[in-house]
């Protein structure tokens, strides 16, 4: 039998911590969530700490997204298992969705299942997303791992219960859907004074009837009688137009 | 008493004279400075050289008016004879310019001009026509730059600032150093009480010196309906100072803190010393 011993890394007392983010947060190698930002790198050292984490571990696999700090689906499954819980990941025979499954330490004859799968991804408006398209069974079992720990285990995950992934994509869902470049006063001014488009009107159709009677009227030199029986009808402007253009204008 | 209303011809100096009503940058002083501040500034009526070429670029570029200048053949203010010019100008109603300096508000003017959207901004409208409403009690006044009643977009009004660098990115701290944001949203209060719209707000900065470069940049309107609370607060201090007629200069404080910074060397110095 072997057993796995793990080096727990000496914990820093929080005046170092603050010296040694202070420190470490000038350099180029620093993940760009840290970049002179001291304060976050203490929060995360610390986070790191209670996870068994050294400082430099904690600022590499702890990242900082929208304000708030998360894991790496890794560092999640470890924390689950370091809690002494049992993940079981399986993918099915289709290649399509990943089970992962938690039997917990205090309670192993009760497991706690996460189905993921492109349906799944499909609702949620991922499938677009480039690493979906690449890698789509490897994005699904970091999710399924995130959520099945949040539901069974959350006490593991030391509040920090998010992929990087998981939080941006929940970013762009709340972000508002406005244009980035709103359009200036000028612009809204211009657009309301420019005149819109002539709409060109179909042209109207002149009755049979209107056609043969006007005819008649030329051949009969009652031009001006239809013309005045027109009007005493009501006839639309199109019909009063097409009989002016079609009779010789001496009988108009 | 000055009835709520908008005044077209009211003058520059009739309008600065009403201080029963309250001001945008009175409002300001109130809250950034103190009562105390107020009441005494409001009590001078202070001029100076800047004041009186930005009065003069207002009316070159807003009215395309140089009736105002007196343009004085000097290299500076600094001889005798320059100083008595001036002061002659100034006894005639008159505002003194160096030609250095009225050239540069001439090419302000023609910049402004230049660029389309500033042109077509300023169409329609009517300059420093003079607003006075209500609120709480309390008669309020502003005097917009540029008044256009009744655009296709609804009423609009637009304020002129010449500023070292007309840069929006630049003008972004320019306008929360000078209260722009409260100007902004006093303004649409002003003209919303009276019309019952809010007007579209647009500021027109042209930028001072050799290069007399145009930018329209827009305030965001969550900062500016903050300002517009604070404003409120402003109104409400404005009517409790009146009331009592007292007039407190800084506040009480909490006990004072060290610098952040100071404090940090000084307990970093206090650990590696144990």
């Given at each position: ?17 603050v ?21 976050n ?14 400082p ?9 997204i929208?304000g708030?700090?998360?894991?790496s ?18 993918v ?10 938690i ?24 499938t ?34 998010y ?40 042209e ?25 029986w ?23 | 008493?000055?009835d ?22 009175g ?7 103190s ?19 930005g ?28 100083k ?33 959207d ?5 169409s ?17 006044r502003?005097?917009?730059d ?57 500021f ?28 409120y607060a ?22 004072l803190?060290?610098?952040p ?14």
């Open positions: 039998m072997s057993e796995i011993v793990r080096h727990q890394p000496e914990a820093l007392a929080i005046p170092d911590q010296r040694y983010a202070e420190f470490v947060t000038t350099g180029d190698m620093i993940p760009q969530a840290y970049k002179n930002k001291p304060a790198a203490v929060i995360a050292i610390g986070l790191g700490q209670a996870m068994g984490l050294s430099a571990e904690s600022l590499y696999r702890i990242d900082v929208q708030k700090p998360t894991a689906a890794e560092l999640i499954a470890s924390n689950v298992r370091k809690a002494g819980h049992k993940l079981r990941v399986t099915d025979e289709a290649n399509t969705s990943v089970t992962a499954t039997y917990r330490a205090d309670d192993p004859d009760y497991p706690h299942s996460v189905v993921r799968d492109m349906a799944w991804a499909q609702k949620m408006g991922l677009s997303k480039d690493n979906y398209k690449k890698q789509p069974l490897t994005m699904l079992q970091w999710r399924a791992i995130s959520a099945v720990a949040r539901l069974a285990c959350s006490e593991a995950l030391y509040g920090v219960q992929t990087p992934d998981e939080l941006s994509d929940m970013g762009e869902r709340r972000a508002p859907q406005q244009p980035v470049q709103p359009t200036s006063v000028a612009d809204r001014l211009k657009a309301a004074t420019t005149e819109p488009e002539a709409v060109i009107e179909p109207p159709t002149i009755p049979e009837k209107v056609v043969a009677d006007t005819a008649k009227a030329v051949a009969e030199g009652k031009v001006a009688e239809y013309t005045q027109l009007y005493e009808q009501d006839a639309p402007q199109s019909i009063l137009d097409y009989v002016y253009n079609n009779t010789p204008k001496e009988q108009n | 008493m000055t709520a209303r908008i005044y077209p011809d009211m003058t520059n100096a009739e309008y600065h004279a009403h201080k029963g009503a309250l001001s945008s940058s409002a300001r002083l109130l809250l950034d400075k009562p105390l501040h107020f009441k005494v500034r409001q009590e001078k009526s202070e001029t100076n050289e800047a004041f009186e070429v009065t003069l670029t207002h009316s070159l570029v807003l009215e395309n008016d140089e009736s105002a200048a007196v343009v004085l053949d000097y290299d500076s203010w600094r001889t005798k004879a320059a008595e010019a001036a002061a002659e100008a100034r006894a005639a109603g008159k505002i003194p310019v160096l030609p250095e300096k009225w050239d540069e508000i001439r090419a302000m003017r023609d910049a402004v001009w230049a660029n389309p500033a042109a077509l901004l300023l329609g409208g009517k300059a420093e026509q003079s607003v006075f409403w209500k609120r709480e009690g309390a008669l309020l502003c005097r917009p540029y008044y256009v009643p009744d655009s296709p977009i609804g009423p609009i009004c637009i304020d002129l600032k010449t500023s070292v660098s007309a840069d929006p990115r630049k003008f972004e701290a320019s306008a929360s150093d000078y209260g722009y944001f409260h100007q902004q949203a006093w303004y649409e209060d002003g003209i919303e009480a009276l019309t019952g719209t809010r007007p579209v707000f647009a027109i900065v042209v930028e001072k010196g050799d290069v007399p470069a145009v930018s329209l940049p827009e305030l965001d309107a969550y900062d500016v309906d903050i300002a517009r609370i604070d404003n402003a109104i409400e201090l404005w009517n409790k100072c009146r009331a009592a007629d007292e007039w407190p200069g800084y506040p009480k404080t909490a006990p803190r060290m610098k910074w100071t404090r940090k060397l000084i307990e970093e110095r206090s650990i590696s010393n144990v």
